[in-house]
């Protein structure tokens, strides 16, 4: 037996900005490298098992070694940390040791933060039984996120194309995926990165970089873009070859003006859009849009110059812009490629995945890749408190029951099997609701996820009728809800509560074989009401992770104005749903 651990974060990495660089608000302190651990395991070349270490800790994000992930995983896979064979990380610092030294505080993170052999002793810390038989090996960082495009892709060649904040020192990169084989074909450093600008305009906006980004891309739906489109035309140049640069990056001169991007932020406040820290105007919404404009530009000049150099028509995508939904679903449709797979986990915890593939065997990876991310413990992991005051029952055919509640225009929380790895809820941790409503995204947004109004919910649709209600360009993944396309304008009026202002949704396209549960419940929806699509959201509020197990869950439900929640095959219901709940039981008693 083969046991491959690989693993993704930066501990210390934060702690060491925040004490050399004092002062430092609470976005400033966001830009740093290494959020986002994680843990997956491969048995015999099989992944087995990944889970976020933020979904232990209860911080989004988190970036500190992920022990609990670790040991979930192997508690999944039914191992003990001894059974591991080899330990691999989502970085490898260790050829940048010499352009580190150019300063004492870059020395300094260095040795205790990015050297590789930092990792092997936060293993050893964590799990003494490794020390003198397992040390950490180093993965460099473009290459595990590109593996984890390629490989479950489906694709036999194809173009992969990662582009993140930064790795070690690449922030673009651009691989040619054939036979089994990945092979570099550009690079772009730092000076090019689309995830630092954005992380940049998402601070100047008032949000929190590393974490906000979707917030700003919603945005964008309602601006103008034509208002701040000479500006960054400055901010992102493009260049030959499919090249471009992003000047607005290096006009931070002085060290503590590279952590902040003050000096970025000056000039965006210079071009007429002062920095927000208090109400959003429509100034701050034409430039998001701007920005996403210029974005997807810049994204469309790298891909059409390799499509044309190399011919290959089929692209997958890694890297934390991968998850701009929007750009890609406007690439998608764009008729430049004939098929597109993005990696649902495409930040960094999904280099922990990519890290572990780098000591694997490619060929059988693939063959035993799962279609869906459903990779981490199971709901049952812990228990719902015995004294919990609300109505509860056990239900048989809990699909039928949830779909007749949803159609009487409840809000459901579903927590089933194993949780999805990556920031998506696909219907193992949701919470669903009918899209017939306008106001129900009003109403989940305000009650439930106490977030902002302008937020859009995705919709879940049976992969029979997908079509029916949505342009979806062939040859698109649609399974991990990573693409937004348009409505169809016959029957968006259908589905108001999922469809985005500017007229698109990021669809999870369902299908039977994959995920049979939340499948049944859409088709029992569509008998009942004509409409095959839900909405479906992560099953959180505000400020936490999605929920992992029964427990948190039900905490989910306790804080929030759910109306009903289903753990496995068990009922729980606020009082004010008991009425329907009780008739939907009845119901489906008598038709049984």
Known sequence: MSVVLG????????????????????????????????????????????????????????????ADAIRSCLGVA???????????????YGPLKAFSQGDEVSKRRFDTVYAPACQTTLLHKHFPELSGRVDVRAVNHHHAHALTAAVPSGFDEALVVVLDGMGELHAVTVHHWHDGKLTRLAALDFRGSLGLFYAVLTLHLGYWPNSDEYKVMALAASGDPERFSGAMAEAITLGAEGRFDVPLLRLNRDSRAKETFSASREWLAAQGCPSRDGELTQTHIDLAAAAQRRLEQALEHLVRHWVGKTGLRKIAFAGGVALNCVAIGRLAASGLVDAVYVQPAAGDEGTAVGAALS?????RAAAGYPALTFLGPDVDDDRVPDDQPYFTAEVQEAESVAARLLSAGHIVGWAQGRLEFGPRALGNRSILADPRRREMRDRVNAAVKFREDFRPLAPAVKSECARRYFEIPDGTNMRHMTVAVPARPATAGEIPAVIHDDGTARVQEVHEADHPRLWRILDEFERLTGVGVLMNTSLNVKGQPT???????????DLSKLDVLFVGDQLYAKEWAVPDVLSALNRRVEAS
């Open 7 to 66: 693993y993704s974060g930066f501990d210390g990495s934060r702690e060491f900005k925040q004490a050399h660089f004092p002062g430092l608000t609470a976005g400033e302190a966001r830009l740093y490298q290494g959020l986002d651990s994680a843990a997956a395991l491969f048995v015999d070349d099989r992944l087995v098992a990944a889970v976020q270490q933020e979904r232990f800790s209860g911080e989004k994000f988190d970036h500190r070694f992920p």
């Open 78 to 92: 039914g191992l003990s940390i001894t059974d591991v064979d080899e330990v691999r990380h989502n970085f490898d």
């Open 359 to 363: 000591g694997v065997d490619l060929a």
């Open 547 to 557: 929920a992992r197990s029964a427990g948190e869950a039900y905490r989910t439900f």
